[in-house]
């Protein structure tokens, strides 16, 4: 079956820097476009950013355009999430999750969900 | 960008009964590319609907969605208490990806 293992948030400074990973299993990974999720406490779901399948194409939420970069390495099934510049208000869980193809560049539903890491923004 | 509206904001029901949550757009959503998520507390959200009205692999069919154009549903047709939780709407018809900012159904 699916699964994401998210991994690498914790408590970094404002300014600070950190990397995300998602390790992925049960699917080709290599085949699907895959995204970054989070949710502030308390808070709904906001999509982060996107690559596709074969890295050719991201796309980012414009509150984090310039500061994350999304990235994956198909050989080892794991899709990153560099976060810099790092402001309170990216204080949330990351989920990573699996999209379907879509004719709409860049858009998918998400199938399946990781558990969620959290990163805490504070000094 | 499309903005999702969801209402309303808390549904306050008991077992057995019917739900029915809206899900508003601001503007068409291309294709009724329109997708329903439940989450639970301290749990990932999990896919129910997508396409607006296709349920996903594994879920009951007391879920139903409906809707088009910017006007879209979930029904839940007889709550089990398992049901209670909070439900967001999410478009993929156009970019940026963006989700309504959920219902809670809570147990009256």
Known sequence: QVQLVESGGGVVQPGGSLRLSCAASGFTFSSYGMHWVRQAPGKGLEWVAFMRYDGSDKYYTDSVKGRFTISRDNSKNTLYLQMNSLRAEDTAVYYCAKGVPNPVAGTSYFQHWGQGTLVTVSS | EIVLTQSPGTLSLSPGERATLSCRASQSVSSNY???YQQKPGQAPR???YAASSRATGIPDRFSGSGSG??????ISRLEPEDFAVYYCQQYGSSPLTFGGGTKVEIK
């Open chain 2, 34 to 36: 329109l997708a329903w």
């Open chain 2, 70 to 75: 910017t006007d879209f549903t979930l029904t």
């Open chain 2, 47 to 49: 896919l129910l609907i």
